[in-house]
């Protein structure tokens, strides 16, 4: 049973370009979240799609947007990078069927703005 | 405003005692969750243990417990005979609502170091 996989695991980037980010959820799992996580940091909230629409929205600005796909996986996008947006990027999904609020993280993408 | 405060940057315990986490939350709601989660060097997250606002007994997963106070609105972890393996970051977190859109948000985390 394959957890969480996220693609790429590292890549840089120049201020200006724009990224894709790509997650795969858990078997049997159907919303998906991100998380931006800086160096030393916890994770912040970025958003969370569920039944192919974005549910909630963190404090984000509208360069950070996404996508769930019908058979559950999801895409970050980035656009306009800036050096700030430096840091490990993680998806987690879940069920309403598991512990309560359980997250099932992957190892993280983790992106460099140079 | 902070909706979870962990006031620890960093702890040193030695091996074999029992640990503390502090956490503390800001709600208005009445249904919400509270985790912990674990972070060790290689990065991925790993979720140790939930409660609910509702239960009334302390959660208990093994060598990890959750000491909730309501009123306090306080969710402390405490890990009993610590081992070496315990040296990770550790972050609280919470889920308000807890209907079917909410979002489970994190603290800044504790940086926890287990000596020999």
């Known amino acids: 049973d394959a957890g969480v996989t996220q693609s790429p695991t590292h890549l840089i980037k120049t201020r200006g370009q724009q990224v894709t980010l790509r997650c795969s959820p858990k078997s049997g799992h159907d919303t998906v979240s991100w998380y931006q996580q800086a160096l030393g940091q916890g994770p912040q909230f970025i958003f969370q799609y569920y039944e192919e629409e974005e549910r909630q929205r963190g404090n984000f600005p509208d360069r950070f947007s996404g996508h769930q796909f019908p058979n559950y996986s999801s895409e970050l996008n980035v656009n306009a990078l800036l050096l700030g947006d430096s840091a490990l990027y993680l998806c987690?999904?879940?069920?309403?069927?598991?512990?309560?609020?359980?997250?099932?993280f992957g190892e993280g993408s983790r992106l460099t703005v140079l | 405003a902070q909706k979870i405060t962990q006031t620890q940057p960093g702890m040193f315990v030695q091996e074999k005692e029992a640990v503390t986490l502090d956490c503390t939350y800001d709600t208005s709601d009445q249904s919400y969750g509270l985790f912990w989660y674990k972070q060790p060097s290689s990065g991925e997250m790993i979720f140790l243990i939930y409660?609910?606002?509702?239960?009334?007994q302390n959660a208990t997963e093994g060598r990890y417990s959750l000491n909730f106070q309501k009123a306090r609105k306080s969710a402390n972890l405490v890990i009993s005979a610590s081992q070496l393996g315990d040296s990770a970051m550790y972050f609280c977190a919470m889920r308000e609502h807890l209907n079917r859109d909410d979002k489970i948000i994190f603290g800044k985390g504790t940086r926890l170091h287990i000596l020999p």
């Open positions: 409660q609910g606002s509702y239960d009334e």
């Open positions: 987690a999904s879940r069920t309403t069927r598991g512990r309560p609020g359980e997250l099932f």
